[in-house]
């Protein structure tokens, strides 16, 4: 199965710009896509096919990235982005997702 | 807008079977490849199967081929999930999501879950 890495956890003051990255074990080309996910909530699609905003997304989220490597930026944050985020794959079956990154406000 | 709404969650002993619904509407169901994601309590995200939009193909991760059965009604616009031979290891909150049917295969919309909890 391709594994996607992600840091645990970062935390950031409002205002600033973060980045979150993906690395995946195997090249899955731009098939990848990125979710948030709030406490008690289901997912939510926030970018797909690696750079793609998904319509209703604020554009303070981008996406970049290609082959293993892959970055999910916000900025500004905000005191709402308090989410985890999660990034997956469809280049490979299965489809996997990463661990997550737990962002938090300072 | 869309909605998705699952049902059918609950506790059930290792061994014994449990069937979930989801209940989609706002968007013409019949279009769409729809799948089962799930997530373990406070673990991440697992895709576990998918149905072709005209339930002609189905697709399952190892670990319950086998034992899960993925099917749909498009005149009922409701998915399934019949779960068989459910272990520890299934306990998780089930989610059914959307799947771009042409290429990206990226999950859209997502409903609020429903818990499953195997344990004797």
């Known amino acids: 199965d391709t594994v996607l890495t992600q840091s645990p956890a970062l935390a950031v003051s409002p205002g600033e710009r973060v980045t979150i990255s993906c690395r995946a074990s195997e090249s899955v080309s731009t098939l990848m896509h990125w979710y948030q996910q709030k406490p008690g909530q289901q997912p939510k699609l926030l970018i797909y096919l690696a750079s793609h905003l998904e319509s209703g997304v604020p554009a303070r989220f981008s996406g970049s990235g290609s082959g293993t490597d892959f970055t999910l930026t916000i900025d500004p944050v905000e005191a709402d982005d308090t989410a985890t985020y999660y990034c997956?794959?469809?280049?490979?079956?299965?489809?996997?997702f990463g661990g997550g990154t737990k962002l938090e406000l300072k | 807008e869309v909605q998705l709404v699952e049902s059918g969650g609950g506790l059930v002993q290792p061994g014994r079977s449990l069937k979930l619904s989801c209940a989609a509407s706002?968007?013409?169901?019949?279009?769409?490849?729809m799948a089962w994601v799930r997530q373990a309590p406070k673990k991440g995200l697992e895709w576990v199967a998918t149905i072709i939009y005209d339930g002609s193909r189905t697709y399952y991760r190892d670990s319950v081929k086998g034992r899960f059965t993925i099917s749909r009604d498009n005149a009922k616009s409701t998915l399934y999930l019949q779960m068989d031979s459910l272990r520890s290891e299934d306990t998780a909150t089930y989610y059914c999501a959307t799947q771009n049917s042409g290429y990206g295969n990226w999950f859209a919309y997502w409903g609020q879950g429903t818990l499953v909890t195997v344990s004797s």
């Open positions: 706002g968007f013409t169901f019949s279009d769409y490849n």
């Open positions: 997956q794959q469809s280049w490979n079956d299965p489809w996997t």
